[in-house]
């Protein structure tokens, strides 16, 4: 009998890596195909953030707080959204981009199932490409 398993991986994101980048890099890494964000606690000194329901991300510099992160995540595509609140307390949020550089820190943890396949597919009434999720077969 096959039993799935639940993996869970914790990393720490230094000083001016990529937030985006590197959560993709870990995913490929580990060769992910199924997994999720469990929480982020972190600082950045830039960020690119898309909106709902825009073309193109929002950016700027400062010093921002992560708040959360969340998002399921694959070797076949990713979807991440983060919020981040500034000096004063103002928090904005939205699709995680390219261009969000680490400040002090950045300690995620995530988890990852050998009982499903994450893929992402277009699908009518969407302009994004969806969630896909496919149980994988367990061997008899």
């Not at 870990?26 to 982020?40: D, N, R």
């Not at 959360?68 to 699709?95: K, R």
């Not at 994450?118 to 077969?137: A, N, P």
Request: aromatic share 8%.
């Amino acid at each position: 009998m096959h039993d799935t398993t639940e993996t869970s991986y914790v990393l720490r994101l230094l000083p001016g890596a990529d937030l985006y980048i590197s959560i993709k890099n870990f995913v490929s890494t580990h060769s992910i195909e199924a997994g999720w964000i469990v929480s982020c606690a972190g600082s950045l000194s830039a960020y690119s953030i898309r909106f709902a329901n825009q073309k193109e991300a929002a950016s700027g510099k400062g010093y921002f707080e992560i708040v959360s992160l969340s998002g399921t995540v694959s070797l076949n595509g990713s979807h991440v959204h983060m919020s981040i609140s500034d000096s004063t307390g103002n928090t904005i949020g939205g699709h995680l981009m390219d261009g969000c550089k680490i400040y002090t820190t950045a300690e995620i943890v995530l988890v990852a199932s050998d009982k499903y396949l994450f893929t992402r597919e277009k699908e009518e009434g969407s302009s994004w490409k969806e969630l896909k999720i496919t149980k994988k077969q367990t061997p008899h």
